[in-house]
């Protein structure tokens, strides 16, 4: 919840008997750490993902290892509050790039160097395909049969988040959660608006939109996911504008009608 | 050329030594088929396609047959101004439907439908896979694999359009476009903009935006094309504000440079 310090989204989530929470690494780092792992044992509170490490691409090697550094610190951090995986957005075309191949290339090497790490911590990869529509400067995975072609070449200790707004227009989605199994990880939720009136912060509360969750939500559970179904709401002109509590009520019941 | 009438297009178009033209159904309207024919032959240009057939999805099986028989005038209009193609958007989530296997089984099922009058009247059908932020709203074909599928399906008199704008993201491009072969009957060009603030009318010109065009284009043509290269830049707040003569000489320009 963006509205909310970490702090306060732990004490509001558990307010609502909510169980789960994914944290991003700027909350986190405002709360501090240890204060962090405090709370979530004190509110008994799961935490289903780390977001976000990835952003492997850049114009030089040196810009590519410092983004290997930070991810292995995210890993780190990841492992100390028990997150269930650390999400990954890999990254788009690096500076005036137009050469996606080499920006997948990186990706994919990123990937490998920090895997390491990560098996040694014990936190899973989670690769998020993002919507085609950010393939140029946010994530250059951008269909699930790719990220699982990497999850393939990469073995153990990587696997894929399925958010449903990045998804749901794919042909193959239904082939490519069920090749995954139990390689998925997390499972987020939103909804497509028609219109869209942003690339990235203009989605929609759960039926609100066009995406048949409940078609997704059981194709994912068919692959044998039994994680959190998490709500990732990206909305500056709409939901983040609103009171929280406001918000999680109306995803509560959102969640009831629509997933 | 949205500024401009297909009158005013052909002659422009002429005067630039451009020797190809698609062709909008509005402005074919405007002009009357019978002077647009005469304008096609007195300037020797050629119909690169005609657009927009397609919207194949309803509510309702009355308003799919109304559909179909609005395909069937559009296929005659392209045979009348000898069109290399007639240009599919197919259509997309119709009403307060979710359901997209329904709705790309509406677009199935009417390719098929106004397939034998394509054939009877000897106008190829170019799918065109549109980018998948489009899918709830315009077309449910979204990657060029899928419309090759649907090819694969309905044999012969379908083929693809590809552009560049809406498949450039795509990991499986080449491959796809290696599998098209002959069956490639349109090749769009633009450029993706970083950022791109609308999701249809914020098209870049060449040069301005990510998308590696000459690489495409080296697939394309190593697939065996030999059609036209059409520049189609949708650019309602920059573009289609401008002189229509400075953006045709922007076009030729860039296309030397970039293409």
Redesign the interface.
Known sequence: MEQWSLRAAIEGYAAHQIKGISIWRDKLADCGLKDAITLLKEYDMSVTGLCRGGMFTATTQQRRDLAIDENKRALDEAAAINANCLIMVCGG?PGE????KEA?RQIEDGLASILPHARSVGVPIAIEPL???T???RA?I??LE?ALDLCDILGEGVGVAVDVYHV????KLESQISRAGDRILGFHLSD?L???ND?VWDRGMMGD????IPQIRNWVEASGYRGFNEVEIFSKQNWWKQDPNVVIETCIERYDKFV
């Open positions: 075309l790039s137009k050469n996606i997948r919507h085609p529509m393939a140029a400067d250059c951008n269909t790719h749901w227009w794919d042909p497509w028609v219109p869209t690339l939109g066009v995406i048949d």
